[in-house]
Nanobody, 132 residues
């Protein structure tokens, strides 16, 4: 069992920066066995993929909408996952969730790393509101 506790978020203006963090814990947890990702959700819409990072940090993926602005990173010694959000836009508004999954060899397929259904453990979400 893995618990994910999120921090960060809040209300900012367009063009600002924001950092989201997610700390994992659990009995016998070896965080470096898990791939991790950030998703976001707007009321009335499905949860959408934002960015993902492999267990080692060697593979990173992100949706086109955030490329060049958001950076996902992890620290396996501290069991943390971060999302640095720069130059935020109003359309980045939503509830952001961190998620992890035991990494399998096929995780690098787009339908796997970007699919919410493939992640087993989720944070409770943190609200990000970007005003214009």
């Amino acid at each position: 069992q893995v618990q994910l506790v999120q921090s960060g978020g809040g209300a900012v203006q367009a063009g600002d920066s924001l950092r989201l963090s997610c700390t994992a814990s659990g009995k016998y947890l070896n965080f470096s066995n898990y791939a991790a990702a950030w998703f976001r959700q707007v009321l009335g819409k499905e949860r959408e993929f934002v960015a993902a990072i492999s267990y080692s940090g060697g593979q990173i993926y992100s949706t086109d909408a955030v490329k060049g602005r958001f950076t996902i990173s992890r620290d396996n010694t501290a069991n943390t996952l971060d999302l640095q959000m720069n130059k935020v836009k109003p359309e980045d508004t939503g509830i952001y969730y961190c998620a992890v999954t035991w990494e399998t060899p096929d995780w690098n397929l787009p339908e796997r790393y970007s699919g919410a259904i493939d992640y087993n453990y989720w944070g409770l979400g943190t609200l990000v509101t970007v005003s214009s």
